[in-house]
């Protein structure tokens, strides 16, 4: 009975200082995407390989941990012996791995992107370490599934998650830094097909003021709600204008121009990811491009990058605005959305318009076409 009461009161120890060694490491990654270490005292160390290697080693201790809570006998010095090897290796690994991937070397998107999955990593896994039972008995199927008087996350689904967020991190090292620009690039393309497709239905949509004038009436009649407080309802739910059928404002053909622009911007995208994204040099810390691969340094395709990622990722949030101008039939707002949509797309492919090897190729008489035309709507 002492040796049991001994081994509960160590696990109670390890637990707490799990749980702080993780608020501690959650604390410390935070904003190392902006920190920029000394070129001569980075490690040579692939920061993505070693959040690889991280993230798998706590995936597996999750599973180890899972099986000693829920399977009888409990045995505090089994579970107190996996917590001590997170908190001596993976957890503090992933940390650090997190602050060896900074912006300079991996890119802005991929420090923000471990980042942020680490993040989930550290946060689910306090989760799981909460479940731990401190009484020297094991989980019970309530515990265990989130049923009964535990309703909510049992120790099952706990680990589930810690899973999935291990699994984030070990996709990044398999997706690397050109990998990451491609699907991200891929996603803003496709918010824009999202919002193409919107605005050519809101296109289609007739006005239909006369009816809403006697629906509206009709309404007043029958229910005693005056015209005013149909309006107030239909801001309320966000009832969107449709284009007048005399368009004393020229919106169609505003509309008819930005939908063609917006088809370029979309070829655009997809240029850019194959032409140059697909064709990215290797790039990681401490390691020097092959003599001759390209007339560009590591740390200019990095800047070049980020630049360019940054315009691509603006372009949808413009083409947002854009959408909700047209549906308030504002041309003065539409004409100013179209024009920064315009300019932060040519700036991205301008920005890239030459191959990584500093030479011309298709993708830059393409590019000063996509210039020509899309100023001019066509």
């Known amino acids: 009975m002492a040796k049991l009461e001994e081994d509960l009161a160590a696990l109670k ?36 390989k070693l959040a690889q290697d991280s993230a798998a080693l706590i995936r597996a201790h999750s599973t180890k941990l899972s099986l000693l809570i829920i399977n009888k006998p409990f045995t505090a010095t089994a579970i107190s012996t996996v917590l001590r090897e997170l908190i001596a290796g993976p957890l503090p690994g992933l940390a650090s791995a997190v602050e060896l991937c900074n912006a300079a070397q991996y890119t802005k998107a991929m420090s923000v992107e471990l980042q942020w999955r680490a993040k989930k990593v550290f946060s689910e896994f306090a989760t799981l370490v909460k479940t731990i039972p ?12 989130g049923r009964g008087s535990t309703v909510g996350k049992g120790s099952l689904a706990s680990t589930g998650v810690v899973w999935e ?10 997706l690397g830094i050109a990998g990451l620009m491609i699907k991200k690039a891929e996603q803003y ?8 497709e919107e605005l050519q239905e809101w296109g289609e949509e007739q006005s239909d003021d006369e009816d809403n004038d006697e629906g509206r009436a009709d309404d007043s009649d029958d229910e005693g709600v005056d015209k005013g407080g149909q309006d107030d309802m239909d801001n309320i739910f966000g009832s969107q204008l449709h284009i007048p059928s005399e368009d004393p404002n020229k919106i169609r053909p505003r509309l008819e121009s930005a939908l063609k622009r917006l088809r370029l911007i979309i070829l655009m995208y997809q240029a850019l990811v194959k032409r140059r994204l697909k064709t990215l040099p290797p790039l990681r810390s401490k390691v020097q491009l092959e003599p001759g691969t390209t007339t560009m340094e590591t740390p200019e395709i990095i800047s070049c990058l980020d630049t360019a990622m940054s315009l691509l990722n603006k372009v949808p949030h413009i083409t947002d605005e854009l959408a909700s101008s047209f549906y308030e039939l504002d041309k003065t707002e539409i004409d100013q959305k179209i024009k920064e949509c315009v300019s932060t797309s040519i700036a991205a492919a301008k920005l890239l318009e030459k191959s990584w090897k500093g030479a011309e190729d298709e993708f830059t008489t393409w590019s000063q076409k996509f210039e020509v035309n899309i100023q001019k709507g066509q």
């Open 134 to 145: 401190l009484n020297g008995q094991v989980l019970g199927n309530d515990e265990k599934n």
């Open 13 to 48: 120890v390890i637990v707490a200082t799990t749980s702080a060694v993780i608020a501690q490491l959650q604390t410390s990654i935070c904003g190392t995407e902006n920190k920029t270490p000394q070129s001569d005292s980075v490690p040579d160390i692939d920061a993505l």
């Open 165 to 174: 967020a291990c699994d984030t991190v070990i996709e990044l090292e398999k």
């Open 189 to 196: 393309r496709d918010l824009l097909k999202d919002a193409l």
